[in-house]
């Protein structure tokens, strides 16, 4: 055999064995199987989902190529006329790989939007990636990030490919959306795409959609079970998410309803562990970037949503989920802490006041001075207490905030004006309540108050405060007020 002759038959040879390596099922039987998985988008067990038939099918096919391979190499050997066998290279095969967990960013070529009747992906063994469904698909399928294993194993996951997806966003966000097209991407890898969008009272589609990655595998029983990989709209791109120790940063683009694009960090159950927005595009995509703090400490797996609720208020019309790493807070010591008061005595036991007015001065004055801001917190009651005329967070933040932001000292001003002299209040009406109010000086005309009573302010207030009051009126420092059953009614200052 000449050296040309031994060169056709070694590349011949070649093109053979990698065409071995390949299996691609018929164009007709492929067509009659995508139909048969548009009809029956919900059953319990769909073909592709079946391991039996998947890899009968594939072990006949990979028999058949093997077996004209062997015709065509000893056609070769007998001299035959071997034009016939192409001595080009095999054209290489674009395998579909799979996005990296939580990746933002968009698929490079999105799958046909309808399910058409397509050749099968060809699978190349010796240069595929480790599937997303694991070897064999058997077991926890690599990439998944919901159901999280330390919370639910995998023999607990929902059965079908839409339920997932659906459980995937209701768990999270607590949204209920509807099902739309499920597009099998890989029937022997079990990598499915389904839409997930909003609809109308009619039913019909609105805003756009959220497409959810889903990967199957079989659990020990053979039985089918589903998760999800990732969410994401193509109008919330998200490219940063990263936790600086103090806020989560966050970056991309998007484009939502008035341009508000909301946050929230949740745990795999969905509790709520920050929540903010940013600034998108209203009608074209722009840059979103700002940072969400972190309020609430779920240790451990989480997920970043950020989403447009459309004007809606309900659900959102698209959604993108990014898994993040959600750490545990320094939970600040509710007990004892420092602040103005600290370095105070407490008020002397006044026999003149009523046994529950006093207890509540003395529990007062205890908390202020130990800094005990759970203990300032139990002796309030938000639906009667007063603190600022303008404030937006409760009592003992707004406190907290005075005392460390603003330099203010309103612990000090607390325990002191409990150590002035009181006034009865008396109130009139069906149920009468009477009030003890700290200082005396504080229902009265300013001109009316006594020398004795605003020497008596002396310690807590100078000539400076002294000129305010008298050009409001009246007394406009701290003042506090308990009820003879007890209760704290306010502690405030300002006209």
């Known amino acids: 055999m000449s050296e040309r002759d031994e060169e056709i038959e070694r590349i011949a040879r070649d093109a053979l064995r990698a065409r071995a390596q390949q299996v ?38 990979a028999a058949a190529v093997v077996a004209i391979a062997l015709v065509a190499t000893v056609s070769g050997d007998d001299g035959e006329d071997q034009s016939a066998v192409s001595t080009e290279t095999p054209t290489p095969v674009v395998e ?137 709209s193509d109008f919330i791109e998200v490219d940063r998410v990263f936790y600086d120790g103090t806020d989560f940063l966050v970056s991309g683009t998007g484009q939502a309803f008035e341009g508000v694009i909301e946050t929230r960090l949740v745990d795999p159950s969905g509790n709520v562990a920050g929540q903010g927005f940013f600034t998108g595009g209203g009608v074209e995509m722009a840059p979103i970037e700002g940072t969400v703090a972190l309020t609430e400490s779920w240790p451990g797996p989480g997920f970043a949503l950020l989403y447009d609720l459309g004007g809606l208020g309900i659900t959102p019309t698209s959604l993108t989920v990014v898994p993040v790493v959600l750490p545990e807070l320094d939970e600040p010591d509710p007990g004892a802490g420092s602040c103005s008061a600290e370095t105070l005595e407490a008020p002397t036991p006044d026999p003149d006041l009523p046994e529950a007015v006093e207890a509540t001065r003395q529990a007062i004055a205890g908390a202020a001075i130990a800094c005990d801001w759970a203990a300032l917190d139990a002796l309030i009651d938000p639906s009667l207490f007063s603190f600022s005329f303008g404030a937006d967070s409760d009592a003992v933040t707004f406190w907290q905030e005075v005392e460390g932001d603003f330099g203010g000292e309103p612990m000090r001003f607390l325990v002191e004006t409990l150590k002035l002299n009181w006034i009865l209040d008396d109130q009139t009406g069906a149920t009468p309540v009477n009030w003890y109010i700290w200082p005396d000086a504080f229902p009265m005309i300013w001109e009316d108050v006594t020398p004795e009573m605003r020497e008596a302010l002396r310690p807590l207030y100078d000539d400076q405060d002294f000129e305010g009051f008298a050009n409001i009126g009246g007394f406009a420092g701290y003042r506090l007020a308990i009820t003879d059953t007890g209760n704290w009614l306010y502690f405030i200052a300002g006209d």
Do not use: C, Y
């Open 96 to 232: 579909p790989t799979p996005d990296a967990v939580g990746s933002p960013t968009p698929d490079a070529a999105e799958p046909p939007a309808t399910v058409t009747p397509t050749p099968s992906p060809t699978l190349h063994p010796t240069t595929t990636p480790t599937p997303v469904g694991g070897q064999g698909n058997v077991g926890r399928p690599d990439g998944v990030i919901w159901p999280v294993e330390a919370v639910q194993p995998f023999g607990e996951w929902p059965m079908s490919a839409e339920d997932a997806a659906q459980q995937f966003v209701q768990a999270l966000g607590g949204w209920l959306l509807p099902v739309g097209e499920a597009r099998m991407l890989d029937p022997i890898l079990m990598i499915a795409d389904v839409e997930l969008q909003f609809t109308d009272e009619a039913g019909d589609p609105f805003g756009t959609s959220t497409t959810v990655r889903v990967v199957g595998g079989f659990d020990e029983a053979g039985v089918p079970n589903w998760g999800a990989v990732w969410a994401r």
């Open 24 to 61: 691609e099922p018929g164009a007709d039987a492929f067509a009659r199987l995508a139909d048969k998985v548009a009809g029956a988008a919900r059953r319990p067990t769909p073909w592709w989902q079946s391991p039996r038939l998947l890899w009968l099918g594939a072990a006949g096919a």
